[in-house]
C-alpha cells in the first residue's frame, strides 16, 4: 500500500499539488454539500480539504472538520463556544455568539428561526455521533410528500444525481403526485461524449425529447439514486442544455435552486410528465 501510495503520488498528486501553486495547506469547503468521495479523492491526492458548515445567520460558521479529524462524510466539530442539539423532527440547532440578533426589522421571522432560549433553527436535519461530529441527514423544508404518503429528501437524491458529469444541475418533484420526476440540466460536454457512444443524432434540435434518449439517462440516474428506498424511483425526466442562473432568476444569489420559479419556467414540460395521472 505505501508503495502504491507513493506511486500515485509521484504520477498525479504532486503534479496537481504543483499546479495549484506548490504551497497549498489545506483548503475548506462550505455553501453547498461537499460529496465525501469528491473529498477523499482530493485527500489522497495529498490536498487537504475540510468541510465547514452555517448560515448567513450563524455568522456564517457552525461547525468545521479539522486537519486532525477530518472525516469526509460529517460537517465536523461545532467552534468553540457554539453549542448545537437535535430538536425536533431531528433539526439541527445551534446556539452562541456566532448567531445572529435578528433580521433588520423583521420581528415576525426572526422569532420564527430563533426560538426564545436562543437557539437557532437551521431547518436542517442532522445526527451526532458520540464524538460530537456533526453528519447532515435531510432537509426540513424540502420533503417531497408523494401520493401515497411516502416522503422522499429531493435535495440529497439531486446530490447524487448531479456526481454524475453529465447531469450539471438537478431539481426533483413529485409532491402529492403518484411518482417522482426530474428536471436535469446536461453538461454540454459529457452529454455529446454519451450521445456519440450511443449513437444520438446531434444534429436534431429535438434530440433530447426522443424516448430512447430519456431511457439511457433515466437509466444512468438510477444507477446514482438506487440506495434510495424503492419508492423513490423517478419514472420520467425532462432534459435541457440550458442552465439555471442567476441571471435568467433561476439561482439565487447563492446558487442555490429557485425551485418554485424554474417549476414556473417548465410548468409544461412538468405537465407533460404526469399526463394522465
Known amino acids: 500500500?505505501?508503495?502504491?501510495?507513493?506511486?500515485?503520488?509521484?504520477?498525479?498528486?504532486?503534479?496537481?499539488?504543483?499546479?495549484?501553486?506548490?504551497?497549498?495547506?489545506?483548503?475548506?469547503?462550505?455553501?453547498?454539500?461537499?460529496?465525501?468521495?469528491?473529498?477523499?479523492?482530493?485527500?489522497?491526492?495529498?490536498?487537504?480539504?475540510?468541510?465547514?458548515?452555517?448560515?448567513?445567520e450563524s455568522s456564517p460558521v457552525i461547525s468545521v472538520d479539522t486537519l486532525e479529524h477530518n472525516i469526509p462524510a460529517s460537517i465536523g466539530l461545532p467552534l468553540h463556544g457554539v453549542e448545537v442539539k437535535i430538536g425536533d423532527k431531528q433539526e439541527l440547532l445551534a446556539r452562541g455568539p456566532n448567531i445572529m440578533q435578528g433580521y433588520w426589522k423583521n420581528p415576525q421571522a426572526t422569532e420564527a428561526i430563533i426560538d426564545q432560549?436562543?437557539?437557532?433553527?437551521?431547518?436542517?436535519?442532522?445526527r451526532i455521533d458520540d464524538a460530537g461530529f456533526i453528519y447532515i441527514i435531510g432537509r426540513l423544508k424540502e420533503i417531497i410528500v408523494l401520493a401515497n404518503g411516502e416522503k422522499v429528501p429531493p435535495a440529497d437524491m439531486e446530490a447524487a444525481i448531479t456526481e454524475d458529469p453529465v447531469f450539471e444541475q438537478c431539481l426533483v418533484l413529485g409532491e402529492q403526485r403518484a411518482y417522482l420526476s426530474a428536471l436535469v440540466v446536461l453538461e454540454p460536454t459529457a452529454w455529446q461524449t454519451v450521445a456519440k457512444q450511443q449513437g444520438f443524432d446531434l444534429s436534431n434540435p429535438n434530440v433530447l425529447q426522443q424516448e430512447a434518449v430519456k431511457n439511457v439517462l433515466l437509466e444512468r440516474i438510477q444507477e446514482h439514486i438506487c440506495h434510495f428506498p424503492g419508492y423513490a424511483n423517478i419514472r420520467q425526466v425532462t432534459l435541457t442544455l440550458e442552465p439555471w442562473n442567476v441571471e435568467n432568476g433561476l439561482l439565487t444569489p447563492t446558487m442555490k435552486l429557485k425551485r418554485q420559479q424554474i417549476c414556473q419556467f417548465l410548468q409544461q414540460d412538468i405537465n407533460d410528465m404526469y399526463v394522465g395521472h
Not at 432560549?117 to 442532522?126: K, N
Open 117 to 126: 432560549d436562543g437557539w437557532l433553527h437551521t431547518g436542517d436535519q442532522a
Open 1 to 56: 500500500t505505501f508503495l502504491l501510495h507513493g506511486l500515485l503520488d509521484t504520477l498525479v498528486g504532486r503534479k496537481i499539488r504543483q499546479k495549484l501553486g506548490g504551497q497549498l495547506r489545506f483548503a475548506i469547503s462550505g455553501g453547498a454539500p461537499l460529496p465525501p468521495a469528491i473529498s477523499q479523492v482530493f485527500i489522497g491526492l495529498g490536498v487537504n480539504i475540510v468541510q465547514g458548515y452555517g448560515l448567513t
